[in-house]
């Protein structure tokens, strides 16, 4: 699911390809895509509209035209958008097809059809905002983006911003992560990324957290989502920009490493699942106080034997083969590259197994992800 890092790499790649050029046509074949206002209002305001400039807010795609009107795009779970020459053939994915007055087309490509578009405008104050029936129903003048909280990587959001966001909030830190309204942008793998890299508990709560648990959390969010977008984001499942696929994905410490041992300490990654989603984590180098305990035992206990074997067996990372290990990511080719130079011996016996089968199977997924994407980049033509 694409986050802040996706989308903003989208937008980026987009600018370069579409600002300055003028709609002259738009089709689709799946009108429920279009999310606001109907799909004949919408075909009509893009017509002849010059794209002035490409940007993000929170996980949605903005296209400002000359005159005021905002072209919106959601790409959701596999929303996918190519700009290709208007003569090359277009598979069945592709629902959305915009004429540009250069010959070429903006396409968007979705095999599960979750994408929406929509065509608001600019208020005097710069938001964007839908003048009639918007996606939630409600009349008159509706800011599309009143329920999302601050952008995280934006100069002005501060320490004591986050602080303060924080503090007007209970619960636990997972949860609070992936809820728009407190931030906009942060998703699942991001989530996970930082409480890694703050050491500090998903199921953490708010309530107990100390002014170091919330600077670290703080800084290890913006770092993070900043690091993901200068390496292009992560394509892990369906995820690619124009311009093509990221390369984060590599450099992921926590998300998906289930049963591998982690980056700091060794132990084995574990997973648990938090409304719904899939949560990754080191339950030695991100304690969860005992305070923070109750109520989450069942779930605590599910971690410990979710790895199965891995957990009660799994390798040190000194334990794990140094070169020539499958899927190894960059960063853990590094380590292993760093202990092979201080001669350490990599041992690929019987307790590397299951980490090495966890990684093995990791590297199937991704290649088959892969080959999904080059078959997207082919079916829309680019
Ligand atoms: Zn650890």
Redesign the pocket.
């Known amino acids: 699911m694409p986050e802040l890092p996706e989308v903003e790499t989208i937008a980026r790649d987009l600018r370069a390809l579409v600002v300055g050029r003028t709609i002259t046509g738009v089709r689709t074949d799946w009108p429920r895509m279009v999310a606001y206002p109907d799909l004949a209002d919408f075909v009509a305001g893009l017509h002849g509209r010059r794209v002035a400039d490409v940007w993000r807010r929170a996980k949605w795609l903005l296209l400002d035209l000359d005159g005021g009107g905002v072209l919106a795009i959601q790409v959701r779970m596999t929303g996918q958008l190519f700009v290709v020459p208007a003569e090359r053939p277009a598979d069945r994915h592709v629902h959305l097809v915009i004429d540009l007055d250069d010959g070429r087309q903006l396409r968007l490509r979705d095999m599960r059809k979750f994408a929406r578009v929509g065509l608001y405008r600019r208020d005097a104050l710069g938001r964007v905002v839908s003048e009639r029936r918007g996606p939630d129903g409600i009349d008159g003048s509706v800011d599309l983006f009143a329920r999302h909280g601050p952008e995280p990587l934006a100069p002005d959001f501060t320490l004591a911003q986050f602080r303060e966001r924080l503090h007007a909030r209970r619960g636990r830190l997972k949860s609070l992560l992936l809820d728009q309204s407190f931030l906009a942008g942060v998703g699942n793998i991001y989530a996970d990324e930082a409480l ?1 890299r703050a ?1 500090l508990h998903p199921l953490r709560t708010v309530a107990r957290l100390r002014p170091g648990d919330e600077a670290r959390l703080y800084g290890a969010l913006r770092e993070v989502l900043a690091e993901a977008v200068a390496r292009r984001a992560s394509s892990i499942d369906d995820y690619t920009a124009p311009s093509g696929d990221g390369e984060m994905q590599g450099y992921l410490r926590a998300y998906q490493r289930t049963g591998l ?7 084995p ?1 574990r997973r648990i699942t938090v409304g719904q989603r899939g949560t990754h984590f ?5 304690r969860l106080p005992a305070a923070d305990r109750t109520g989450v035992a069942g779930l605590l206990a599910l971690a410990r034997g979710n790895a199965g074997e891995a957990v009660r067996r799994g390798p040190r990372w000194s334990e794990l083969p140094g070169e020539g290990a499958l899927g190894l990511t960059p960063s853990e080719a590094a380590m292993a590259a760093a202990r092979a130079r201080t001669g350490t011996r990599a041992v690929g016996g019987k307790t590397g197994t299951e980490a090495l089968r966890a990684l093995a199977s990791a590297a199937r997924t991704r290649r088959a992800a892969a080959t999904r994407r080059r078959a997207a980049r082919d079916g829309a033509g680019a």
Do not use: T
């Open positions: 890694w050491r041992p982690c980056l700091r300490c060794g132990r990654m080191c339950s030695w180098c991100q």
